[in-house]
């Protein structure tokens, strides 16, 4: 049997019908950028994420840095960061201009710990930047009690938690505003990039619709130094259609995330903590353990993909070796990059693949 990592032709599959009536619309529409598919969807996903306002933009990086940007956060301002993520959720914050501070994670959830933060706040800190990783909600109430404290921005990186809940509510609504990603291997994903903001500030909004169309409200008056990041009408279009699901193919994670969980706790793997704040999305499922790499390679033997979220963390990337730091500065992240592995996971994940992963774990302890 061979088990990619990630299948991202069955979702066109099984949606294809739709998802070809969409592509037609819009090529038949003649109207390519910030149209009526945009703001459809914009609307249906603020209601789906219960917020007041969906800003879509150009992808999950972009919603990040415009909303540092339309709160005035930039040069010589510090925010801080999760040691354990993607180096988006870093570099968003070093376009807009200001330094990411890293805290360390929870070490049963992987998340961004709370208890960590206070250490990290200084005069310039200005916002806290949590990210929902592999689809898990961060310990939000005791962030935001941290942020109220000291007057910071709570800024959600929900690029990994499309749907997923903390004590009932949407991510993406948590904070004062949140970044959202539509890669195509995300919970919600494009058929090419995409993001989105969602916010309750009505303030805030306004500034990121216009910093996405180059500082414009209206054609050819522009009020500030804006960019181009927009969400285009057919990634809408098909995010619309896609949109629909998003509920059902969480719950069909949810059903592989559980048959892993129930089936593997006799193996000597850690598996995935999920606190009883929080309803996860399982954009992936992070097993750990000492022997990650023979276990990788005995999957791969075995025709099962997998992969590692993340094996550098970025305090150690190059990119960031000006920030000064050393193997050993962040311990948990870099102890986390040597024993986590990602197993294949998606709405189109079958019982008997999940069933033959499990075996060929089984087989390798
Ligand atoms: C995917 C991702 C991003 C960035 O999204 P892009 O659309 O690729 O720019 C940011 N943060 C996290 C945690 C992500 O997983």
């Keep these: 049997m061979n088990?990619?990592?990630?299948?991202?032709?069955?979702?066109?599959?099984?949606?294809?019908?739709?998802?070809?009536?969409?592509?037609?619309?819009?090529?038949?529409?003649?109207?390519?950028?910030?149209?009526?598919?945009?703001?459809?969807?914009?609307?249906?996903?603020?209601?789906?994420?219960?917020?007041?306002?969906?800003?879509?933009?150009?992808?999950?990086?972009?919603?990040?840095?415009?909303?540092?940007?339309?709160?005035?956060?930039g040069k010589n301002d510090e925010v801080i960061v999760p040691t354990n993520t993607y180096i988006a959720t870093w570099l968003a914050v070093t376009y807009a201009g200001a330094t990411p501070i890293p805290v360390e994670p929870d070490q049963k959830t992987y998340n961004l710990d709370p208890v960590k933060i206070e250490a990290a706040i200084t005069n310039r800190t200005k916002a806290i930047m949590p990210v929902h990783l592999y689809g898990q909600p961060a310990d939000m109430d005791l962030i935001?009690?941290?942020?109220?404290?000291?007057?910071?921005?709570?800024?959600?990186?929900?690029?990994?938690?499309?749907?997923?809940?903390?004590?009932?509510?949407?991510?993406?609504?948590?904070?004062?505003?949140?970044g959202f990603s539509f890669y195509p291997g995300k919970n919600l994903g494009a058929i090419g990039d995409g993001g989105a903001v969602t916010t309750n500030d009505d303030i805030i909004a306004k500034s990121i619709r216009s910093l996405r169309n180059y500082g414009s409200h209206k054609k050819y008056i522009n009020d500030v130094l804006g960019f181009n990041s927009r969400l285009d009408e057919l990634q809408a279009a098909f995010l619309r259609v896609?949109?629909?699901?998003?509920?059902?193919?969480?719950?069909?994670?949810?059903?592989?995330?559980?048959?892993?969980?129930?089936?593997?706790?006799?193996?000597?793997?850690i598996l995935p903590y999920i606190p009883e704040y929080s309803n996860p999305v399982w954009h992936l499922y992070v097993v750990c353990t000492e022997e990650r790499d023979m276990l990788q390679r005995h999957l791969s033997d075995n025709g099962i993909g997998t992969l590692i979220h993340y094996p550098i963390p970025p305090h150690l990337q190059n990119a960031y070796s000006?920030?000064?730091y050393e193997r050993g500065d962040c311990p948990i992240a870099e102890e986390l990059a040597k024993q986590v592995l990602s197993l294949p996971m998606g709405p189109h994940i079958s019982k008997e693949q999940t069933e033959a992963i499990i075996d060929a774990i089984h087989r390798f302890f």
Excluded at 245 to 256: F, G, I, K, P, Q
Aim: aromatic content about 10%; glycine content about 8%.
């Design 3 to 73: 088990i990619p990592f990630l299948d991202l032709k069955s979702p066109y599959q099984e949606l294809k019908t739709e998802m070809d009536a969409a592509y037609k619309r819009v090529m038949e529409s003649g109207w390519y950028i910030l149209g009526s598919e945009v703001e459809a969807f914009e609307q249906e996903f603020a209601d789906y994420c219960n917020v007041r306002h969906c800003i879509g933009v150009g992808n999950g990086i972009e919603a990040l840095h415009l909303i540092l940007r339309a709160y005035g956060i």
């Design 144 to 178: 935001l009690d941290i942020a109220e404290k000291y007057g910071l921005k709570v800024i959600e990186d929900a690029a990994q938690a499309h749907g997923a809940l903390y004590k009932g509510k949407r991510a993406g609504s948590l904070g004062d505003a949140a």
């Design 242 to 269: 896609k949109l629909k699901y998003l509920d059902t193919w969480n719950v069909r994670r949810r059903e592989s995330a559980k048959r892993y969980t129930v089936e593997l706790k006799s193996s000597r793997l």
């Design 322 to 324: 000006e920030l000064g």
